[in-house]
């Protein structure tokens, strides 16, 4: 049984081969077709007739990766300055900072409030944060690629967020004699 299978698969597949023929019609226009037509040719196709398309090399990010570790790049946060003090009874404030020298590619910048990552990577280095409590924070800005690996960070900056008391402290009373 497998014999005749395979038998008949290899019949098959010499009859699979169909002839082609071309043609042109009284306009001029070219026809193929696998039907024998009046006036047509047989076209001879060869075995090891190919379509290749040759594609320009693809720029991943890798290849922007390597470029950024080659050079040293520097991120700075030029507000708030260092041991700046914030005032804000809502505890808004923005943050921002830049990348020296200047990268052409398209980069995210990250901001960390004390250790913490807040929000998604931006493009861009102006961030509003919002609701911050009061107290001694310190942040960081990390400049990194689109995938995510960081290139450069700034360096640490202590700020004290202020805010006026909620609650007012009750005045003394004079003592009565």
Do not use: C
């Not at 071309?22 to 037509?37: A, I, L, N």
């Not at 790049?73 to 041991?83: C, D, K, L, M, R």
Request: glycine share 4%; charged share 20%.
């Amino acid at each position: 049984m497998r014999a005749f299978t395979l038998i008949s698969l290899l019949l098959l597949s010499l009859f699979a081969q169909a002839t082609v023929y071309k043609w042109v019609d009284k306009d001029g226009k070219v026809h193929y077709s696998d039907e024998p037509h009046p006036n047509a040719e047989v076209v001879e196709l060869k075995e090891k007739t190919l379509n290749q398309i040759a594609l320009p090399p693809v720029k991943n990010d890798a290849d922007d990766s390597q470029v950024i570790q080659q050079i040293q790049y520097q991120v700075v946060i030029t507000s708030p300055t260092e041991e700046e003090t914030v005032r804000d009874n809502s505890g808004d404030f923005q943050v921002t900072a830049t990348v020296t020298p200047e990268i052409k590619s398209q980069y995210l910048m990250a901001l960390k409030l004390d250790g913490q990552t807040v929000g998604q990577p931006q493009v861009g280095g102006i961030f509003q944060l919002k609701n911050i409590d009061r107290g001694e924070h310190t942040i960081v800005v990390d400049a990194m690629t689109q995938n995510g690996k960081v290139f450069a960070s700034s360096s640490p900056r202590k700020i004290f967020l202020h805010q006026a008391a909620m609650n007012p402290v009750p005045k003394k009373q004079p003592k009565s004699n």
